[in-house]
């Protein structure tokens, strides 16, 4: 069983920047998808970004142009990087991974990995 560790997340002001990373205990440089979620108190868990093999990136629309994903399969991490955070950003991000099939051009939905990681959280103040 794959272990995603993440790290990264704190709390910040808006407009300030962090950068998470989710580590992995084996090598998945062929897993197919990777991404980010973040899930706010009372909310549903929320996709933020995924990348798949080919690292084709799709976003959803509230973090584009703020966030980028990229993964470093040399070092089996998959990082986001947040710029411009506001405080609706406040969450316990997460990310997770399958192995087969690319993400497609769409935010893959929770249901659709395999392997998820325990969450970081991330606090933006006004």
């Known amino acids: 069983q794959v272990q995603l560790v993440e790290s990264g997340g704190g709390s910040v002001q808006a407009g300030g920047s962090l950068r998470l990373s989710c580590a992995t205990s084996e090598d998945t440089r062929d897993y197919s998808c990777k991404g980010w979620f973040r899930q706010a108190p009372g909310d549903e868990r929320e996709a933020v970004a995924n990348?798949?093999?080919?690292?084709?990136?799709v976003y959803a629309s509230s973090v584009k142009g703020r966030f980028t994903v990229f993964r470093d399969d040399a070092k089996n991490v998959l990082y986001l990087q947040m710029n411009d955070l506001k405080p609706e950003d406040t969450g316990v991000y997460y990310c997770a991974t399958r192995r087969f099939y690319n993400c497609g051009w769409y935010l893959v939905t929770p249901d659709q990995y395999d392997h998820w990681g325990q969450g970081t959280q991330v606090t933006v103040s006004s």
């Open positions: 990348i798949d093999r080919d690292e084709k990136t």
